[in-house]
């Protein structure tokens, strides 16, 4: 029974492993903390988003919606999930299971300003990532 109960807990201390960080890491710097201001890609804003708010030093993030802070998410660095190119994630999967099981964000550097970012809105709720949208950033 103790081998048993061993290696149950073995299990769930990996999956918890893998649930609170990406499989593999990339070198794609963090955004620093900051409220930052949300538009579509042309500049245009969006209905009721506002942007996003970036804290625990780059790791945590919420939108904004309607002047509050919604829907958390983590923040990370890694392959994209569509290309494999090195992005930032927002990923609701853990802290929004709801919203994550059907979008995930996906943000690079402006290389022209580093307080902008431009990102992408998948739909992942078939498995796949088919692309939704896309957003910019700016603190």
């Known amino acids: 029974m103790k081998r048993t109960s061993a290696v149950t807990l073995l299990v769930l201390t990996a999956a918890g492993a893998a649930l ?3 499989a593999v890491a990339s070198a794609t710097p963090l955004p620093p903390d900051g409220v930052y ?9 969006v209905p009721f988003w506002q942007g996003k708010t970036i804290t625990g030093g780059g790791t945590a993030a919420t939108n904004r919606v309607l002047g509050a802070d919604v ?3 983590d923040v990370y660095s890694a392959p994209s999930i569509a290309t494999g190119a090195d992005v930032i994630h927002v990923d609701y999967g853990r ?26 809105v998948y739909f992942v709720g078939f498995g796949g990532a088919a692309p939704i949208g ?6």
Do not use: I, K, Q
């Not at 201001?37 to 804003?45: C, F, I, N």
């Open 95 to 120: 802290l929004s299971p709801a919203l994550g099981a059907l979008v995930h964000d996906e943000m690079t550097v402006d290389p022209a300003n580093p307080n902008r970012y431009t990102g992408t």
């Open 20 to 22: 609170a960080a990406p």
């Open 37 to 45: 201001v949300g538009t579509d890609p042309s500049g245009a804003p």
């Open 71 to 73: 829907l958390p998410a």
């Open 134 to 139: 896309g957003f910019t950033l700016t603190r």
